[in-house]
């Protein structure tokens, strides 16, 4: 760790610029390791690696959502569920937290899709009938585009999260643990992600989500649109163009 640390520092101090995924991580290098003589930190943000290749249509996944009423909605969560932060995260939510959306919403569905699910896990899912468990599906974002909400339970890691990203980029408002939200601040802010740190404030952030959606204020297509103008090829290659000749110009 040592090592790794000392290497890490020098990463950071001996470069002209560094780049971040989040303006979390950003602050984080910042603090431990930059001072007025070392690199400039500046955060790019994520996205995606080649421009979109047209116009998909949704219709049918549109027109899926909407035979849900407010009710019987279709939660989803995605990932490895054989990876160590999965397990810890998802184990506790399950247990803890996972009972009041059944108490909340008791005729909705939960798919929880990924690699390789655990016995352990199975045996806690077995224990609700609204949950089914989809081992190594062939095709993730069909379950994410036949979903209604997406959940991201993770609380441990850094960086950005990019099954937040796949739920975003379907059109799903999310509600996602604090450490899972990093990154999104702009969809926080917009009211399409919905944060939480524990058992009590899933309940609040879960309760206000729903209230978004009877009233019309989770629209597929406006979600879509911010993930487009934030996490785009296009737009990932102009913010990666602003930063470098507004530092070059303060080079010059």
Do not use: W
């Amino acid at each position: 760790m040592h090592y790794l640390k000392k290497a890490e520092r020098e990463a950071v101090q001996l470069s002209d610029l560094n780049l971040t995924l989040t303006s979390q991580d950003a602050d984080l290098l910042q603090l431990h390791y930059a001072s007025d003589k070392f690199a400039k930190i500046k955060t790019l943000g994520c996205f995606e690696s080649m421009p979109a290749s047209g116009n998909i249509n949704n219709s049918f996944n549109l027109s899926f959502s909407r035979l849900n009423n407010e009710t019987n909605l279709n939660f989803a969560i995605t990932g490895s569920l054989c990876s160590h932060q999965t397990e810890v995260s998802l184990k506790p939510f399950l247990i803890n937290s996972y009972p009041d959306l059944l108490k909340t919403l008791p005729t909705h569905r939960l798919s929880i899709a990924g690699r390789n699910p655990s016995r352990k896990l199975k045996m806690i899912c077995s224990k609700y009938c609204g949950i089914s468990i989809i081992a190594n599906p062939a095709d993730m974002q069909s379950i994410i585009d036949h979903s209604d909400i997406y959940i991201c339970p993770i609380n441990v890691g850094g960086g950005l999260k990019l099954r937040v990203m796949d739920a975003l980029k379907a059109g799903l408002p999310v509600l996602a643990h604090a450490v899972s939200s990093r990154g999104h601040d702009a969809f926080k802010k917009a009211g399409f992600l919905f944060e939480y740190e524990d058992e009590q404030s899933f309940l609040e952030s879960l309760k206000l989500l729903l209230t978004s959606r009877c009233e019309g204020r989770l629209e597929r297509e406006k979600i879509k649109r911010l993930y487009a103008s934030i996490f785009s090829y296009e737009s990932g290659v102009n913010r990666l163009k602003e930063l470098l000749i507004n530092f070059k110009l303060t080079e010059e």
